[in-house]
C-alpha cells in the first residue's frame, strides 16, 4: 500500500514538472529582434438595384506597412499607410468619385536603462492626408511633432510563436520522438529572429538553406531527433517561409507628451498640443492575441480647444494553419475646435482570413459603423449606422 501512495505521489510530482515545463510565449527573452507587416488588400462591388438608372460600383484599394525594430535601448516603429476608392452611384446622372487618405509616421522610444522594462523618452512625428487627386493640393493634411517621456516595454515574441509552430509539426511527422526543452525553443526562436541577419549576410536568394540547417543543427543536439533528414527540412521551411503568423506581442507602455500642430483638419496651424497614449498586449492562448492601444490628442487653441480620443482594441485567432479570424473594435470621439461638435464613431468589423497560397490571402469581413454627434451632411460622415459584407484578397508583402 506505501509502495503504491509512493509512487503515486512520485506521479502526480512529475506531472506536475511536467505541466511546469510546458512551452509558452512568455518564455521568450528577447534580445535584438524586429518585425514587420506589409499588405495589399482590394475589393469590388459591382452591382445594380431595381430603381437604379445605372450600374454602380466601388473600388476599394488599401496598402499598410509596418515596422518595429526592438534593441536593448531602444524601440523604432515607422510605417505607412493608403486607402483608395473608386465609385459611383446608380443614380442617373451620377459621376464617377475617387478619394485617398495616405497617412506615415515614426517613434522613437530611448530607454535611460537599457534592457529594463523601466522610463523612456520619446520623439515622434506623423502626417496624414485625405482628399481627391484631381484637387491634391486642396486636400486636408494634418501634421504633428511629439516629444515626451514614457514607461513599460512591448515585447514581440512572435519568433517563439514560430519556434512552437515549427517544433510542433516536427513531432507530428515524427521528426522527433518528443518535444524539447524549454532552452531548445529558446535557441531556435533566437536564430528565427535572425532572419533579416540571414539574409543581409547570405543573400535573399540563399538565406533560407544556412537559416534552416543553423535551426536543424539546434534541434539535432537537443537529442529528441530521429532523423531530421528531407523531411523535417521541408516542414520547418513551410511554417517559416509558407505559413503567415500574425505578429504576437506581450507588455505594455504609457506615455506623455507635448505636440507640435503644423496643421490639422479644422484650418489651424502652428499651435501647441499634449498628447497621452497607452498600450497593452497579451496573448490570451498560444494562438490568440490580444491588444488595445489608446491615444488621447489635444490641440490648445485660445481656449476654444479640439480633443481627440481613439481606441483601437483587436482579438486575434488562429483556427488553423491557413484561417485566422481578426476582430478589432475601434472607438474615436473628435471635439471639433470651429463648429464645436463631438462626434464619437464607433466601428466593430470581424474578418475571416483564408490563406489561398503563400502570402495570398481570401477575406471575409463584416462591418458596423455608427456615428453620433455630427452637424454633417455627407453621407459618408453624418449620422447613422451602416452596415457592410464585404469580400476581397489581401497580399501579404512580408
Known amino acids: 500500500m506505501k509502495k503504491t501512495i509512493l509512487a503515486s505521489t512520485i506521479g502526480l510530482f512529475l506531472g506536475m514538472g511536467a505541466a511546469q515545463a510546458e512551452v509558452t510565449l512568455y518564455d521568450y527573452k528577447e534580445g535584438t529582434s524586429a ?7 482590394g475589393s469590388l462591388d459591382f452591382h445594380k438595384n431595381r430603381g437604379d438608372a445605372q450600374n454602380a460600383y466601388s473600388l476599394n484599394l ?25 465609385s459611383r452611384g446608380g443614380a442617373k446622372g451620377d459621376k464617377s468619385k475617387d478619394a485617398y487618405t495616405f497617412d506615415a509616421g515614426i517613434t522613437v522610444d530611448n530607454y535611460f536603462v537599457p534592457g529594463s522594462n523601466g522610463g523612456f523618452w520619446y520623439g515622434s512625428a506623423y502626417a496624414q492626408k485625405i ?30 510563436a514560430k519556434a512552437m509552430r515549427v517544433i510542433d509539426e516536427l513531432v507530428r511527422r515524427n521528426v522527433l520522438r518528443a518535444k524539447p526543452s524549454v532552452g531548445v525553443y529558446q535557441d531556435v ?46 516542414k520547418a521551411r513551410d511554417v ?24 490639422n483638419f479644422d484650418g489651424l496651424t502652428n499651435k501647441p498640443g499634449l498628447e497621452l497614449g497607452g498600450e497593452y498586449h497579451v496573448p490570451l492562448s498560444n494562438q490568440t492575441q490580444f491588444s488595445d492601444e489608446a491615444v488621447f490628442n489635444a490641440i490648445l487653441n485660445d481656449g476654444d480647444n479640439g480633443y481627440n480620443f481613439n481606441n483601437n482594441l ?21 471635439k471639433n475646435s470651429n463648429n464645436g461638435d463631438d462626434v ?55
Open 35 to 41: 518585425y514587420e507587416d506589409a499588405y495589399v488588400a
Open 62 to 86: 488599401d496598402a499598410s506597412y509596418d515596422r518595429t525594430i526592438s534593441t536593448p535601448d531602444r524601440d523604432i516603429s515607422y510605417g505607412a499607410g493608403l486607402l483608395g476608392t473608386v
Open 131 to 160: 482628399g481627391s487627386p484631381e484637387d491634391f493640393f486642396e486636400d486636408d493634411t494634418f501634421t504633428k511633432a511629439t516629444i515626451g517621456v514614457g514607461y513599460g516595454r512591448v515585447t514581440n515574441v512572435t519568433p517563439m
Open 189 to 234: 526562436a533566437r536564430i528565427i529572429a535572425k532572419q533579416d541577419e540571414y539574409q543581409s549576410r547570405y543573400g535573399y536568394k540563399d538565406y533560407e538553406i544556412k537559416w534552416i540547417s543553423d535551426i536543424e543543427a539546434v534541434i539535432q543536439r537537443s537529442g529528441v531527433a530521429n532523423n531530421f533528414g528531407a523531411v523535417g527540412t521541408l
Open 240 to 263: 517559416l517561409i509558407d505559413e503567415n503568423i500574425s505578429t504576437r506581442r506581450i507588455g505594455w507602455k504609457v506615455r506623455a507628451g507635448l505636440s507640435y500642430i503644423g496643421t
Open 314 to 334: 483587436s482579438v486575434t485567432h488562429e483556427i488553423d494553419d491557413r484561417i485566422d479570424w481578426e476582430n478589432v473594435w475601434n472607438l474615436n470621439y473628435a
Open 344 to 398: 464619437t464613431t464607433n466601428k466593430l468589423s470581424s474578418t475571416f482570413a483564408y490563406e489561398i497560397a503563400n502570402s495570398l490571402d481570401f477575406t471575409t469581413t463584416a462591418s458596423l459603423t455608427n456615428v453620433s454627434g455630427s452637424s454633417s451632411i455627407d453621407s459618408a460622415s453624418a449620422d447613422g449606422t451602416d452596415r457592410a459584407l464585404t469580400m476581397g484578397v489581401r497580399y501579404r508583402l512580408r
